[in-house]
């Protein structure tokens, strides 16, 4: 009588046939790879220029909200790139779970938008502004 496992030697095969090629990849650029020791070697190299200063700069909070948001909204398109592909088999239901969760992520962006997390003129800058439009007769 046969066992009723699976086999699992095809995927054993698999991922020693894996380990070998990454092994023998690493071993080919051990040991035929270039070894230099120039003076700008170690240097960082972006597109061509020459880098100046230091790479520690402080970036405001605001260019890492706006790249979270980025991401949370960006989301909503992939979603709705499904809820697209498959509408005739949701029928009714799959329209109105989508007009739900639509209706969520706009009043996270209304929110967002009250909250003043999408401005990027800082307040003193808007008090400046609004005070030099009521000095304009």
Do not use: N
Request: proline letters at 3%; charged letters at 20%; a negative charge.
């Amino acid at each position: 009588m046969e066992s009723q496992a699976p086999a699992h030697w095809p995927l054993a095969y698999y991922l020693l046939l894996a380990f070998m090629t990454v092994g023998g990849i690493m071993l080919f650029s051990f040991l035929f790879g270039l070894r230099h020791t120039d003076r700008f070697t170690g240097e960082p190299y972006e597109s061509g220029v020459a880098t100046t200063g230091t790479a520690r700069i402080r970036f405001d909070v605001k260019y890492y909200l706006v790249a979270m948001f980025f991401v949370i909204f960006d989301l909503e398109a992939a979603f709705l790139y499904v809820w697209a592909i498959s509408v005739r088999e949701t029928g009714w239901a799959g329209y109105i779970e989508i007009l739900i969760f639509t209706g969520v992520l706009f009043a996270a962006l209304v929110y967002l938008w009250r909250l003043g997390a999408l401005e990027w003129a800082d307040k003193r800058r808007k008090e400046y502004e609004s005070a030099e439009e009521g000095a304009i007769p």
